[in-house]
């Protein structure tokens, strides 16, 4: 049963950030429609016409935690321009898996939003997506535009990551810098098969 929240004097600022807080703690193990606004305002210990101050309806407050929890992703993977190139892909790996393990439920809230049905949902997700393949893009080909199927590679594997991540804050079956590894491979045969794919394209075009 959900521990009911306390009733504490809070600042705007703060109580909405609290209710994002609670809504990633049930979005990222439940259904949307299996959580109800009577449960989101006794965990906040509010009434639910208060929560309706914040948020006017449950789907806001879906839409409005889905996007706190891809931002806080995007914020806290940032890779660090101080590094080369090769050494910020791997890095960036770590932070990711890194950030998902001590963010658990804001990763899989933006993971499940992935597999949601609202389109606004999945569009902010989305928006995460392809902004972490640009991060990646711009690493691999920094001086180039990225061929397409590289460009599809990528983003597929970013999407097999947040897979992979997901299956291992579930089952947790191995450690960390396991998980880093397994990604830093795949992500290098990913690229890899596009760079040849490619270039086998433009051989055949050539000629």
């Not at 193990?29 to 009577?38: L, P």
């Not at 906040?44 to 929890?69: C, M, N, Q, W």
């Not at 991060?135 to 590679?153: N, S, T, Y």
């Amino acid at each position: 049963m959900a521990e009911r929240g306390l009733r504490r004097r809070l600042s705007v600022d703060e109580r909405r950030a609290e209710l994002l807080r609670i809504g990633m703690r049930l979005f990222s193990t439940r259904a949307y429609e299996e959580i109800w606004v009577e449960e989101i305002a006794e965990l906040a210990g509010i009434s639910r016409g208060l929560l309706y101050h914040y948020f006017p309806t449950k789907r806001d407050f879906y839409v409005a935690v889905s996007r706190e929890a891809a931002a806080e992703a995007g914020a806290l993977t940032a890779p660090d321009p101080s590094l080369p190139p090769s050494e910020r892909l791997h890095a960036g790996i770590d932070a990711f898996v890194r950030y998902a393990e001590e963010h658990s439920q804001g990763f899989l809230t933006a993971y499940r939003g992935s597999l949601a049905g609202d389109p606004e949902v999945r569009a902010i997700v989305e928006e995460g997506r392809q902004r972490q393949a640009a991060r990646i893009l711009e690493l691999v080909a920094p001086d180039d535009e990225p061929p397409p199927l590289l460009c599809i590679a990528v983003y597929g594997w970013i999407a097999l990551a947040q897979s992979i991540i997901a299956r291992w804050l579930q089952k947790r079956e191995a450690t960390r810098e396991a998980v880093c590894e397994l990604l830093s491979g795949a992500l290098s045969g990913v690229i890899a098969a596009a760079m040849e794919a490619d270039e086998r394209t433009r051989s055949l075009v050539g000629n």
